[in-house]
């Protein structure tokens, strides 16, 4: 009985060696993974990069694992001149990846070391990029490219200072590609393919910003003031063109008032005559019309007229009788 105890027990206890030495000697590697093997801390055998199922000699070897995908580098915001001595803050990103596992895990290790490693290098070759071109160089994209739009401040600056930009000879995207081809070079011995190099951002220093953006509103002030003082000179000649029509109108307009007034006239006379012609009765009329028309205009508000009694005028005041006063109370008589 005690021997087929102990033979169970050997038994389990040699199954659950197996298992241990079987899950220390197998392991997986999914697709975005790559495998080095390491024995007492040194690579042993090629970097395992397929996908699946793989075995390693159990307790004495060690899997180390490096990423396979593309990673990416955002680099510091640093400081650096310009060929003109101009400071700038650059910020620059780039995307790498690990080509050749071995060389990158007996350089690097790891991928802490290889940021560092990238900061150094692509820092490096960005600023002595930047330190043999001008400013314009590292902003403008493109030598060929044409503005879509002309800027309406650079038409009013006469002295062709403003809005004109110096002519370029290569552009941000050849300062791109030269940091580029440069930096992949000196990161190839570490088994990493650089893939790319962009500038994020390139901003003025915070010393130099300021000047800058006084510069600039001086700038757009004296253009600023320019514009108004063509405007001011614009609406003067368009005030003055007014006057003038408005003359022009009025006068026209006084002309044929008076032309209609006169053929009003002449054709008020003609009906006066031909009635004054058809009978002594409406010929009468007419004379006393008109004088009746005249009253308003010479005797109105406190004007002193003096007339002689043979006036024609006169005659019809003189045939104004003054009413009778009432009967039974004579001027003067009444109560107190």
């Known amino acids: 009985m005690n021997k087929k105890v102990f033979s ?7 199954v659950m060696a197996g298992i241990v030495v079987l899950s220390s000697a197998a392991y997986t590697v999914n697709m975005r993974e790559q495998v080095i093997i390491t024995q007492f801390g040194d690579p042993k055998g090629p ?43 650059v910020d620059t990103f780039g995307r790498w990846q690990i080509t050749d596992p ?45 503005p879509i739009q002309v800027d309406e401040l650079a038409k009013a600056d006469l002295g062709g200072v403003v809005g004109v930009l110096p002519e370029i000879s290569r552009g941000r995207t050849a300062l791109e590609t030269d ?20 500038f994020k951002r390139v901003n003025y220093n915070q010393s130099v910003e300021r000047q800058i953006y006084q510069r600039m509103m001086s700038e757009r002030k004296q253009i600023a003031e320019r514009f108004r003082s063509e405007g001011a000179g614009e609406a003067a000649k368009i005030t003055g063109q007014m006057e003038k029509d408005l003359n022009v109108i009025e006068s026209e307009a006084y002309r044929k008032v008076q032309e209609i007034k006169g053929e009003a006239d002449g054709e008020a006379t003609g009906i006066y005559a031909a009635a004054y012609n058809q009978s002594p009765q409406a010929a009468e009329f007419y004379e006393f019309s008109r004088t009746m028309e005249l009253y308003p ?26 009413d009778p006063l009432p009967q039974g109370d004579p001027i003067g008589d009444g109560e107190e």
């Open 102 to 146: 071995l060389k990158y895990f007996q350089r690097l290790r790891d991928e802490r070391s290889a940021q560092s490693r990238l900061d150094d290098i692509l820092g490096s070759e960005t600023r002595n990029t930047i330190a043999k071109h001008e400013l314009i160089e590292v902003i403008r994209t493109t030598k060929d490219r044409d």
């Open 8 to 14: 169970g027990c050997l038994t389990a206890i040699l």
């Open 297 to 322: 205009l010479i005797i109105g508000g406190k004007s002193t007229v003096v007339l002689s009694t043979d006036s024609d005028l006169f005659k019809y005041l003189k045939q104004v009788q003054p």
């Open 179 to 198: 940091i580029l081809e440069e930096s992949r070079v000196k990161l190839e011995e570490f088994g990493i393919e650089l893939l790319d190099v962009r």
């Open 47 to 89: 970097p395992v990069t397929e996908a699946g199922l793989h075995f390693k000699v159990p307790f004495i070897q060690k899997i180390n694992v490096i990423e396979k995908r593309i990673l990416e580098w955002d680099g510091p915001r640093d400081q650096m001149p310009t060929k003109e001595k101009t400071l700038i803050m």
